[in-house]
């Protein structure tokens, strides 16, 4: 049995809670938690998370963080990150550290976790998109040349290893299926036959840069695909029947709207995808959201779709705050987890981990009921945002499934159903590819419902 002991500052203990209970969900041991010293009534070993002095804090056989009084005036004043913050995120180490008590430790993990799991840095900066996204070059993981790492992820396995050399027992838990690595594949269908207006304007880009001898390697090039309509509708059914055929499921995100001759296509597909191994997600705007109120959204998406279940959202273009957004999700009971945290500009992990976690809300003080689920990147980063050719796009794509495989970690990847309207063949027979890779590799590719019962699963038992 480990005690944990969380007599920090007032303001913070429901923040120390929750970076605590994000850490034993998967790190699972037998734990009992106290707030006051006066009522730990056995003689177990404590984990201390303090800002005052005590006895126990003598005794080496307990690990203690002793939280600095810089730390919480950071947290409570809305303080800005400096360049010693960032100097430690380039070395990997926590961004916090705790007062030079004799027996604490240097860094303060539990703070600098929850500064990430929270996405802190956001919440008041001015800087933001003209569709009021905050990027990831705007982010302190960019600014330390550390954006695709997830630190909370090392900073755990830190922790972790700190609890076992007091000998307590400890387990990390097995990844979905007990597998040796997780890909999730989902796909955002924003359309389905791509815009003749759009098509005109592209052909237009390009005899101008034939003419003036001009390259622009970043416009998307031609194929059947693109131009005949009923090969686009073609790419739905290849994306579906390849997740039957090789036995693992996917998340179809569909809009609330489309133009009529998008819908009879979208019809067949939900009606094919509901009540497989694959699911169904919605991918409403932000003002959808907040137009609706309870299950509102729920109840007319599956009216117009006949769809059975739903369980999670995408919000399409990614334009949301993320304390207003689980605001709102926490109104709709019917939605159960989000897929939306991520960058839009560059792939990297917005909260810094690569799990499942339930979302802390700074407006409220208060963890929200809806489960963060983050995506790691989608195609659009490398194509829209990055400007890099098709091919350098598949090449990155690659390189993160290929490192996911060799690390053993859980990658969340979103590929739009127009990611397959160029270099079609090409683009096909790697998404294959990637599929028997995972499959070859001891790993498992899943729909995001399943993440989440994982998590639901693991959650079951917590007795914080």
Same mark, same amino acid.
């Not at 002095?53 to 730390?71: A, C, E, G, H, R």
């Not at 090789?246 to 009540?275: A, E, P």
């Not at 590819?433 to 899943?446: A, H, R, Y």
């Given at each position: *049995?480990?005690? /944990?002991?969380?007599?920090?500052?007032?303001?913070f203990i429901?923040k120390?809670?929750?970076v605590f209970?994000t850490f034993?969900?998967?790190?699972?041991?037998?734990i009992?938690?106290?707030y006051?010293?006066?009522d730990i009534?056995?003689?177990?070993?404590?984990?201390?998370?303090?800002?005052?002095? !005590?006895p126990? *804090?003598?005794? $080496?056989?307990?690990?203690?963080?002793?939280?600095s009084?810089?730390?919480?005036?950071?947290?409570?004043? @809305?303080t800005k990150?400096?360049?010693?913050?960032?100097?430690y995120?380039?070395?990997?180490?926590? /961004?916090f550290?705790c007062?030079n008590?004799?027996?604490?430790e240097?860094?303060d993990?539990i703070a600098?976790?929850f500064?990430?799991?929270?996405?802190?840095q956001?919440?008041?900066?001015?800087i933001?998109d003209k569709? +009021?996204?905050?990027?990831?070059?705007?982010?302190?993981q960019?600014?330390?040349?550390?954006?695709?790492?997830p630190f909370?992820?090392i900073?755990?396995?830190?922790?972790?290893k700190?609890?076992?050399?007091?000998?307590i027992?400890?387990?990390?838990? @097995?990844?979905?299926?007990?597998?040796?690595n997780?890909?999730?594949?989902?796909?955002? /269908?924003?359309?389905?036959?791509?815009n003749y207006?759009?098509?005109?304007?592209?052909?237009? $880009?390009?005899?101008?840069n034939?003419?003036?001898?001009k390259?622009n390697?970043?416009?998307?090039s031609?194929s059947?695909?693109?131009?005949?309509?009923y090969?686009?509708?073609?790419?739905f059914?290849?994306l579906?029947?390849?997740?039957?055929?090789k036995g693992?499921?996917s998340?179809? !995100?569909?809009?609330m709207?489309y133009?009529?001759?998008d819908?009879?296509?979208?019809?067949?597909?939900?009606k094919?995808?509901?009540?497989?191994n694959?699911e169904?997600g919605?991918h409403?705007?932000?003002?959808e959201?907040? @137009?609706?109120? +309870?299950?509102?959204?729920v109840?007319?998406?599956k009216?117009?779709?006949?769809?059975?279940?739903?369980?999670?959202?995408r919000?399409?273009?990614?334009?949301?705050?993320p304390?207003?957004?689980?605001?709102?999700? !926490?109104?709709?009971?019917?939605?159960?987890?989000?897929?939306?945290?991520?960058?839009?500009?560059?792939? +990297?992990?917005r909260?810094?981990?690569?799990?499942p976690?339930?979302y802390?809300?700074? $407006?409220?003080?208060?963890?929200?009921?809806?489960?963060?689920?983050?995506v790691?990147?989608?195609?659009?980063?490398?194509?829209?945002y990055?400007?890099?050719?098709?091919?350098?796009?598949?090449n990155?794509?690659?390189?993160?499934?290929?490192?996911?495989?060799s690390?053993g970690g859980?990658t969340s990847?979103?590929?739009h159903? !127009?990611?397959?309207y160029?270099?079609?063949?090409?683009r096909? @027979?790697?998404?294959?590819?990637?599929?028997?890779?995972v499959?070859?590799?001891? #790993?498992s590719?899943?729909s995001?419902?399943?993440?989440?019962f994982?998590?639901?699963e693991?959650?079951?038992?917590?007795? #914080?």
């Amino acid at each position: *049995m480990l005690n /944990i002991l969380i007599d920090c500052d007032k303001s913070f203990i429901p923040k120390a809670y929750y970076v605590f209970e994000t850490f034993f969900t998967y790190y699972k041991s037998n734990i009992k938690f106290y707030y006051k010293l006066e009522d730990i009534d056995n003689n177990n070993q404590v984990l201390i998370y303090s800002n005052k002095k !005590n006895p126990l *804090m003598q005794d $080496k056989k307990n690990l203690v963080f002793f939280q600095s009084k810089k730390t919480i005036d950071f947290f409570k004043n @809305n303080t800005k990150t400096t360049r010693e913050h960032v100097s430690y995120l380039s070395s990997l180490k926590p /961004i916090f550290t705790c007062e030079n008590e004799k027996n604490s430790e240097k860094f303060d993990i539990i703070a600098s976790s929850f500064y990430f799991l929270s996405v802190w840095q956001e919440h008041d900066s001015i800087i933001h998109d003209k569709k +009021g996204r905050f990027l990831g070059k705007d982010s302190i993981q960019y600014e330390a040349r550390k954006i695709e790492v997830p630190f909370v992820d090392i900073w755990f396995e830190i922790l972790a290893k700190k609890i076992l050399a007091l000998g307590i027992r400890l387990n990390k838990v @097995n990844l979905l299926n007990n597998k040796k690595n997780i890909v999730n594949f989902s796909h955002d /269908i924003d359309f389905v036959y791509e815009n003749y207006r759009k098509l005109f304007q592209l052909t237009k $880009k390009k005899i101008y840069n034939i003419i003036h001898n001009k390259k622009n390697i970043t416009l998307p090039s031609y194929s059947l695909y693109r131009l005949l309509t009923y090969r686009q509708k073609s790419i739905f059914d290849i994306l579906y029947r390849l997740t039957f055929e090789k036995g693992f499921s996917s998340t179809f !995100n569909i809009m609330m709207k489309y133009n009529n001759s998008d819908l009879k296509t979208i019809y067949k597909l939900c009606k094919i995808v509901d009540g497989s191994n694959s699911e169904i997600g919605i991918h409403p705007t932000i003002n959808e959201l907040r @137009n609706s109120s +309870g299950q509102g959204l729920v109840k007319k998406f599956k009216e117009i779709y006949k769809i059975r279940n739903i369980y999670g959202i995408r919000v399409h273009e990614l334009a949301f705050c993320p304390d207003d957004l689980y605001n709102l999700l !926490n109104s709709h009971d019917g939605i159960l987890y989000d897929n939306s945290m991520m960058f839009p500009d560059l792939p +990297g992990f917005r909260t810094s981990f690569s799990h499942p976690h339930k979302y802390f809300c700074k $407006k409220n003080n208060m963890v929200m009921n809806s489960l963060c689920i983050p995506v790691f990147t989608m195609d659009t980063s490398f194509s829209k945002y990055m400007h890099l050719s098709e091919k350098e796009t598949e090449n990155r794509i690659d390189r993160i499934i290929q490192d996911n495989i060799s690390k053993g970690g859980i990658t969340s990847i979103l590929l739009h159903n !127009n990611f397959f309207y160029s270099r079609t063949r090409q683009r096909i @027979n790697l998404y294959k590819k990637w599929i028997n890779q995972v499959f070859d590799s001891g #790993g498992s590719i899943v729909s995001t419902r399943e993440l989440f019962f994982w998590y639901k699963e693991l959650t079951k038992n917590f007795t #914080g």
